[in-house]
């Protein structure tokens, strides 16, 4: 019971450092925007959530370098679901160069649901659900 989306993504002049690889922290962007276009296939949009009151903050993440990315690479970024979300949601992530079976960076991240206005965990609403329960009966 997982989905995996592969999500690609053009390395920018701007993302390297001085050496010539991609900064650490951009993958954390990297992270965010696989993992919002992986929840958009499912069904799931951010702006919805938010205009119902539910904001989805980080709580937890790991990186984790094995290789360094570098300038014009064409990489995926394949975010991995799990398990149902319950008051939170992990998700796993594999970075690799297009084409190429190399890991260059793993990561986790772990995310809450919360009533904005309360500040509160809660559970996710049926549509949050409903998405999870279609796409990990899908592999």
């Known amino acids: 019971m997982a989905y995996t989306y592969p999500h690609e993504h053009r390395v920018r002049y701007r993302e390297c450092d001085p050496m010539g690889v991609v900064y650490h922290t951009h993958y954390l962007d990297f992270f965010e925007v696989g993992r919002t276009e992986a929840l958009r296939h499912a069904g799931i949009r951010y702006r919805d959530l938010e205009d119902e009151g539910i904001i989805m903050p980080i709580v937890d993440v790991e990186v984790q370098y094995h290789g360094p990315a570098r300038y014009d690479d064409l990489l995926v970024v394949d975010v991995h679901f ?23 960076v793993t990561g986790h991240t772990t995310l809450c649901f919360m009533d904005a206005e309360a500040r509160r965990p809660v559970r996710p609403p049926p549509v949050v659900r409903n998405a999870f329960a279609s796409l990990l009966d899908e592999e």
Do not use: A, F, S
């Not at 939170?88 to 190399?102: A, K, L, M």
């Open 82 to 104: 799990t398990q149902m979300p319950t008051v939170r949601v992990p998700i796993d992530y594999t970075v690799r160069r297009d084409g190429e079976d190399e890991v260059l």
